[in-house]
């Protein structure tokens, strides 16, 4: 029985008047927003019965077992009755059992570290960088760089480590030790139309270490596949290339796996696709898919051995801790999370559709001109909106406001760009949950294709 007995009325009176909304503008909450109450599998519905499938998991990239999933509610709910919190400086049984199972999924890493967000496990990451360079390079290599276009977090360290100008516009000063280098997406290549544009971005990742000094680099952030900031797949050798760039100079690789990671490009981990070890792998939503907010720093046994106690420094082990990286039913829900995953084989299935789902923006691009390009990896798909194919002019971002509405109009949740990098605000976001049937991806194309014929005669 609902504990929220309230009409319906009521109840959106009380949200208008009193809860302050994500990444909502005063005007979009003061119209009001719809209230979701309930899900199954890809569906949602509102509190006046409103169906929706929803084609973003749950509006950032984060249900991949779909909704309503019984198993994991249950696995909660017995932790919580056996126990629902230990810090984390302690033993548990699901933290041990959970990170024993990822660890099986990563070849090449060995520690997991709990925390409660993606923002959080970037901090953590970002923490044993600084620490190694105090401890082991006389505080010189503490850099870190990170990628135009990617997005890391929303705490101040993270958002100094994003490369999303409109993102950070009013937030500054930023932290100092952050540095940009170029972004890599081969739709709007620097470089015009190269045959070797992999190696090209890479050689600009490898500029700005030599420029800022490589003894003072300690670690180089990238997304595997640029979320927020557009949808954007590593070109052809690019991730490789990074790979030995960094290792060339002693560099840490981390990879920002809180979207990607759990099987949302048809592997676990983004990064699989592309033959690489990184250093240091931070990762979140789809790992508890919702059910319970954790999130995970994990880590080489090199690196953990860079951090472990000397004898005679008692403040060189990594002194971190994260209140609610302890709450049990977390690690006990990303189990269940997994178990599900596994059994039904959802990572294969994520490929599968994800395919499909490409077929059919690719049919739809022989109709509508202003499909620019299709890209991204399993059920991690873009679509960038031009104003005509030859330029690539970016279409201003009401287009695909509208086309985000028109589709809600027809019964389907899609994303967007949201004031990311100026000017590219115009790709369309795609990411169900892994379990996709093809008549689900179907009706994806199906009900996009009423919204693109809805606003096309307006352009
Ligand atoms: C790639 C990436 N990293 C980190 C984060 C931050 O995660 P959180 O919102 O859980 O702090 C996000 C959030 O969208 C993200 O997209």
């Known amino acids: 029985m609902s504990t929220f007995e309230q009409d319906t009325d009521t109840l959106k009176a009380w949200d208008k008047a009193h809860v302050w909304h994500h990444m909502t503008t005063g005007q979009t909450a003061d119209a009001g927003l719809t209230m979701f109450v309930r899900g199954e599998g890809l569906w949602l519905w509102d509190i006046d019965g409103q169906e929706y499938l929803d084609a973003t998991a749950g509006g950032v990239w984060v249900t991949n077992v779909g909704y309503g999933r019984r198993e994991i509610a249950d696995a909660v709910h017995q932790q919580l009755l056996d126990l629902n919190y230990f810090a984390g400086s302690m033993a548990s049984k699901p933290a041990s059992a959970f990170a024993e199972k990822l660890l099986g999924k990563m070849p090449g890493m060995s520690r997991v570290y709990y925390s409660s967000s993606g923002s959080e496990a970037n901090e953590k990451a970002f923490k044993m960088v600084r620490q190694i360079a105090h401890k082991h390079h006389g505080g010189r290599k503490h850099k870190i760089l990170y990628r135009e276009r990617d997005y890391h977090g929303t705490t101040l360290a993270a958002l100094s480590a994003s490369g999303q100008m409109e993102r950070r516009e009013h937030y500054g000063p930023f932290l100092p030790g952050f540095v940009e280098f170029p972004h890599c997406c081969e739709y709007r290549s620097q ?188 059920l991690f798909q873009g679509i960038e909106l031009v104003t005509d194919r030859a330029s690539r002019q970016p279409v201003d971002e009401s287009v695909p406001m509208a086309i985000v509405a028109r589709c809600k109009a027809h019964g389907l949740l899609i994303g967007r760009t949201n004031r990311c990098v100026p000017g590219f605000n115009n790709v369309l976001n795609f990411s169900p949950a892994l379990t996709a049937t093809d008549q689900e991806i179907d009706t994806i194309v199906e009900r996009l294709d009423r919204a693109l014929h809805d606003v096309t005669p307006t352009l």
Request: charged fraction near 20%; glycine fraction near 14%.
């Open 191 to 378: 470089f015009g139309d190269v045959e070797d544009y992999g190696a090209r971005a890479a050689q600009a990742l490898e500029d700005v270490i030599l420029r800022e000094g490589p003894n003072t680099v300690g670690a180089v952030i990238v997304e595997p596949i640029t979320a927020g900031g557009g949808i954007i797949p590593p070109p052809a050798g690019y991730l490789q290339a990074v790979r030995d760039i960094c290792d060339r100079y002693d560099v840490l690789l981390i990879l920002d796996e809180v979207v990607c990671g759990m099987g949302r490009t048809g592997a676990w981990f983004g990064y699989q696709h592309y033959g690489i070890t990184p250093d240091i792998v931070t990762m979140a939503k789809g790992v508890a898919s919702g059910y319970a907010a954790i999130s995970c720093t994990v880590t080489t046994e090199r690196v953990y051995e860079l951090l472990k106690e000397d004898a005679g420094d008692t403040l060189g082990y990594f002194r971190d801790i994260s209140t609610f990286g302890g709450c049990l039913a977390s690690q006990a829900a990303a189990l269940a999370n997994v178990a599900i995953i596994e059994r039904e084989g959802l990572v294969e299935n994520s490929a599968r559709q994800g395919e499909r789902l490409t077929e059919g923006f690719r049919t739809l691009a022989e109709r509508y001109p202003m499909i620019g390009d299709v890209r991204g990896k399993g």
